[in-house]
């Protein structure tokens, strides 16, 4: 049985669905209700070598809601938004209703709002962070690497996920 991540729970793919594996990773389309084509990463539990991992690819998240920081727990990896800086944000450039939008539950995490969420994580089953979805105009990657490095310790791997270049290869 195949399941669908969404950031606060996991469902089973809905009937007709066709599973894939493209470069050793899975992947459900089906058509939905309304006739559009969708895709989504799936897990398949227990399978394989890295049976029970679980990277978490969060974007797009508007705010740090309840089910988002109890998901955070059974992660052992995440590449998480840390989209802006909000002085950097308040100040710059954009109209007034897009600064609302994006600062509001429809939008994206600051980086604070993004360390707020992992720090309590720190140390338990989440081996490391990668930082991504950085705004261009609205944050600075120097500065969101590190807030997050300084808030965690040393010993906790943070990487940046650059918009412009290809990262490393991050295993749990």
């Given at each position: 049985?195949?399941?669908?991540?969404?950031?606060?729970?996991?469902?089973?793919?809905?009937?007709?669905?066709?599973?894939?594996?493209?470069?050793?990773?899975?992947?459900?389309?089906?058509?939905?209700?309304?006739?559009?084509?969708?895709?989504?990463?799936?897990?398949?539990?227990?399978?394989?070598?890295?049976?029970?991992?679980?990277?978490?690819?969060?974007?797009?998240?508007?705010?740090?809601?309840?089910?988002?920081?109890?998901?955070?727990?059974?992660?052992?990896?995440?590449?998480?938004?840390?989209?802006?800086?909000?002085?950097?944000?308040?100040?710059?450039?954009?109209?007034?209703?897009?600064?609302?939008?994006?600062?509001?539950d429809s939008g994206h995490l600051s980086n604070?709002?993004?360390?707020?969420?992992?720090?309590?994580?720190?140390?338990?089953?989440?081996?490391w962070l990668a930082i991504a979805h950085l705004?261009?105009?609205?944050?600075?990657?120097?500065?969101?690497?590190?807030?997050?490095?300084?808030?965690?310790?040393?010993?906790?791997?943070?990487?940046?996920?650059?918009?412009?270049?290809?990262?490393?290869?991050?295993?749990?």
């Open positions: 049985m195949a399941s669908i991540f969404k950031p606060s729970h996991t469902e089973p793919v809905p009937d007709g669905t066709t599973i894939v594996t493209v470069r050793g990773r899975r992947w459900a389309y089906w058509t939905d209700g309304r006739g559009r084509k969708q895709t989504v990463p799936v897990t398949i539990p227990e399978e394989g070598r890295h049976a029970g991992q679980r990277l978490g690819i969060l974007t797009d998240l508007g705010y740090p809601f309840a089910e988002l920081a109890e998901l955070m727990s059974t992660l052992d990896a995440a590449y998480l938004e840390s989209n802006y800086d909000p002085q950097m944000l308040a100040t710059g450039p954009y109209p007034e209703y897009l600064k609302l939008r994006i600062a509001g604070h709002e993004g360390v707020e969420l992992v720090r309590p994580h720190v140390g338990d089953r989440l081996k705004s261009e105009q609205n944050n600075e990657p120097e500065l969101a690497l590190s807030l997050h490095r300084a808030s965690y310790g040393a010993d906790f791997p943070v990487h940046l996920a650059s918009r412009y270049q290809e990262s490393a290869v991050l295993t749990l």
